[in-house]
């Protein structure tokens, strides 16, 4: 069976950095891609960037890029979002899925990030 | 960048009735990398449809994709219960990545 399990929500304040992760099994890590996606509260589904574990290939879309880093590690087939510097604005659920050939087939439970001061 | 816009916002039909949901893309979108997605309240999104018409494992025969260039639906027969939900539909192209649409809300009337 698939799944994606995401790290536990977390609360934060304006400036702190923050890595949340998101744990796979039951399908070869290396051969699928893992995407992260943005759902603000009470809005639409936001695509952040995406990352092939095989051989780290990361791309980021154009809103998100250098604001977030994606990285994965094969050995616990585990993908991670982090931050260096949470604005109140990254107040938001994070979604992670596998990708395979265009579409997000499994995805993760989801989980709260709230920054504020 | 791709833009999605989904019509109408809000959709407002009785359980039984047939629900046509759009997707209109601002440049022609290759029908392999066109999907939809169903999100219930406090839930992660489901993936229901991919390459346009293919419908994702486990997917009711209720659900089903169309369309191709820059015009996609998502038509549901039948309504059950359990479909008043809000749908997106989400491309791919090679120059930005991914893009959703904004969404539409299914309701119940």
């Known amino acids: 069976e698939v799944r994606l399990v995401q790290s536990g929500a977390e609360v934060k304040k304006p400036g702190e950095s923050l890595k949340i992760s998101c744990k796979a099994s039951?399908?070869?890590?290396?051969?699928?891609?893992i995407t992260w996606v943005r759902q603000m509260p009470g809005k639409g589904l936001e695509w952040m960037g995406i990352i092939y574990p095989g051989d780290s290939e990361t791309r980021y879309s154009p809103f998100f890029q250098g604001h977030i880093t994606i990285s994965a590690d094969k050995s616990i087939t585990t993908a991670y979002l982090q931050w260096s510097s949470l604005k109140t604005s990254d107040t938001a659920m994070y979604y992670c899925?596998?990708?395979?050939?265009?579409?997000?087939?499994?995805w993760g439970q989801g989980m709260l990030v709230a920054v504020s001061s | 960048e791709i833009v999605l816009t989904q019509s109408p916002g809000t959709l407002s039909l009785s359980p039984g009735e047939r629900a046509t949901l759009s997707c209109r893309a601002s440049q022609t979108v290759s029908t392999d990398f066109l999907a939809w997605y169903q999100q219930n309240a406090g839930q992660a999104p489901r993936l229901l449809i991919y390459g346009g018409s293919n419908r994702a494992t486990g997917i009711p025969d209720r659900f089903s994709g169309s369309g191709s260039g820059t015009d996609f639906t998502l038509t549901i027969s039948r309504l059950e219960p359990e479909d008043f939900a809000v749908y997106y539909c989400q491309q791919y192209d090679n120059s930005s990545g991914f893009t959703f649409g904004q969404g539409t809300k299914l309701e119940i009337k």
């Open positions: 899925a596998r990708g395979d050939r265009f579409r997000f087939d499994y």
């Open positions: 039951g399908y070869k890590f290396t051969s699928y891609w």
